[in-house]
């Protein structure tokens, strides 16, 4: 079983930046491929970035492509979402995911819900306008 946790999540105006970040507790030695989707009120969960289980491969959405970055850090499932230039339309609940181990990397494959077994509760993110 795997667990995740997010923190970061506030309330910024437009322009503004944020961090988020995740980690995932799980077996001991493994590192995951893992994802961040967002769900904005009344809109469907969607695909904002995935990073490789050793980060040599990121995919991002075309919509915040150039303004966020997704990173590992230096601990075995920690991992970060840096987000610049934050506009209104980037409020929603953000939430990482576990992508399901030996899956091959792809983006039809990281941006696929139904291939993450693992998923932590959210943080909201906010921006003003």
């Known amino acids: 079983q795997v667990q995740l946790q997010e923190s970061g999540g506030g309330l910024v105006q437009a322009g503004g930046s944020l961090k988020l970040s995740c980690t995932a507790s799980?077996?001991?030695?493994?590192?995951?491929?893992m994802s961040w989707f967002r769900q904005a009120p009344g809109k469907e969960r969607e695909f904002v970035s995935a990073i490789s289980w050793n980060g040599a491969e990121t995919y991002y959405a075309n919509s915040v492509k150039g303004r966020f970055t997704f990173s590992r850090g230096n601990t075995e499932n920690t991992v970060y979402l840096q987000m610049n230039s934050l506009r209104p339309e980037d409020s929603a609940v953000y939430s990482c995911?576990?992508?399901?181990?030996?899956?091959?990397?792809?983006?039809?494959?990281?941006?696929?819900?139904?291939?993450?077994?693992?998923w932590g509760q959210g943080t909201q993110v906010t921006v003003s306008s």
């Open positions: 995911a576990v992508l399901s181990p030996g899956l091959p990397l792809s983006m039809s494959t990281m941006t696929g819900q139904h291939n993450y077994p693992y």
């Open positions: 799980g077996r001991a030695g493994i590192r995951y491929a």
